[in-house]
């Protein structure tokens, strides 16, 4: 993981320190369930309870020369316990151990990703209300379509995200799952109690059927759910550069009192951090290529995911952490002009109540093909002459044998296109008055 993008919380977790001391507890853990079940001596479990420990120099220093992580902690761990060490790891294979400490690892990883996660939904929601009645152009292919407030904008990715959110915890509950199930998975050393009893105390699921591995299928699950959330991410991201470009200019990325947005031209404000959040987003969707490769594995298993996912899983987890709390403190200082909106709202001079229009002809009993064509006629003769298209339309010999003056005035009104505000803030869960 690049340092300067790596979050607290995740080199913690993703630290050698905290995969070791994972281990640990998973190799006493399993030696306690079997010294319960009388295929270890008592004296063996408290041993390794009372005196494991590890050194991480010492681990890298024998792994130097066998080659081999498992076996280096192993032999560590030997050093600070003794003899009574000689029951740990019975019956076991190294995936036993590795997986099922990479489940714990990969739990605590989402559960801090959920966790800035739902701030940042809590963020949205609020920037969202704020908005909520702030009028602005909608745009599809980029050009001017319908009305909308900002907030409907905002909202729509309160829902997204909390979809995303839902998906990923559904991930983190599926990658919960231990094995201890020896070489091939046919418990061969060991029976089936002792790894039901391990998953069981440190939380954990038990696979139904491993084979020398927990299969990847649910790693590429998990990394799937944090792919798409980080192109949702993505998403909120390259909306707000689009807005903040200057010919529009309705929202802008909080920019602190000393920070300098160009090393050669001083009057530089640029969107770096959602243009960070949209790079990201690509590493992310790239992980999750190498993580669906990892699922055809030879036979009960090869190596070659393993290289693989020490840098996908801390990386994709540490992504999405620094993602969401840089997203978070755009979305919470994020400056918006509502005159802006305004302006370009009104910058296509009444044109966007062109569907109005073609309905309450067909209303008065057009067809749709000839509304069309009649309120196409009025619409492109605005555009070619630079008027607006209510005083065009009222010029319309064709249009008021149809509508009357007021009729058209109240189809221009924008009121028509914000009447259900209201109840699509509901279906989403957002509430006046009420903090997300």
């Not at 919470?332 to 966007?352: C, K, Q, T, Y």
Request: hydrophobic share 45%; proline share 4%; charged share 25%.
């Amino acid at each position: 993981m690049i340092e300067r993008y790596t979050t607290p919380e995740m080199k913690q977790i993703w630290s050698d320190e905290n995969r070791f001391a994972i281990w640990l507890e998973v190799e006493t853990t399993a030696l306690e369930v079997m010294a319960d079940l009388g295929l270890a001596p008592r004296e063996s479990a408290t041993a390794v309870r009372e005196r494991g420990a590890f050194d991480c120099a010492r681990i890298h220093e024998i792994e130097a020369e066998v080659d081999h992580d498992v076996i280096a902690f192993l032999t560590c761990v030997a050093e600070y316990v003794g003899p009574e060490a000689g029951y740990l790891h019975r019956g076991m294979t190294s995936s036993d151990l590795l997986d099922t400490s990479l489940a714990l690892q990969l739990r605590a990883a989402g559960e801090a990703v959920l966790n800035a996660l739902e701030s940042l939904h809590a963020a949205i929601g609020r920037l969202a209300l704020r908005t909520r009645d702030l009028p602005a152009i909608g745009r599809s292919h980029g050009v001017h379509a319908e009305p909308i407030t900002l907030g409907l904008k905002f909202a729509s990715w309160y829902a997204e995200l909390g979809r995303g959110i839902e998906r990923f915890r559904r991930e983190v509950d599926e990658i919960s799952t231990g094995k201890i199930s020896g070489a091939v998975g046919t418990f061969a050393h060991l029976p089936p109690a002792v790894e039901a009893e391990v998953c069981a105390r440190l939380g954990l699921r038990p696979d139904p059927v491993s084979t020398q591995i927990v299969a990847r299928d649910r790693h590429a699950g998990y990394l799937a759910a944090l792919a798409i959330l980080g192109s949702s991410m993505d998403r909120f991201a390259t909306e707000i550069r689009h807005l903040a470009r200057t010919e529009v200019g309705e929202v802008e990325e909080p920019f602190g009192k000393k920070q300098k947005g160009s090393s050669a031209m001083p009057h530089k404000r640029n969107p770096i951090t959602c243009e960070r959040v949209s790079g990201m987003a690509r590493l992310l969707r790239g992980n999750l290529v190498v993580a669906l490769e990892n699922i055809p594995l030879w036979h009960e298993r090869d190596i070659s995911h393993s290289s693989a996912e020490r840098v996908i899983l801390p990386d994709s987890t540490n992504l999405v952490h620094y993602m969401a709390q840089r997203l978070q403190r755009v979305v919470d200082g994020l400056r918006v002009f509502p005159e802006n909106a305004r302006r370009n709202l009104d910058l296509s001079a009444g044109l966007i109540a062109s569907q109005a229009f073609l309905l309450a002809l067909v209303d008065r009993g057009l067809t749709r093909e000839e509304a069309y064509r009649l309120v196409q006629a009025v619409a492109m003769e605005a555009r070619e002459a630079g008027r607006p298209f209510q005083e065009v339309a009222l010029a319309s010999t064709a249009l008021r044998s149809h509508l009357s003056s007021a009729e058209m005035e109240e189809l221009a009104s924008l009121d028509r296109h914000f009447r259900h505000v209201d109840t699509i803030f509901a279906r989403v869960g957002l509430k006046a008055g009420e903090t997300p």
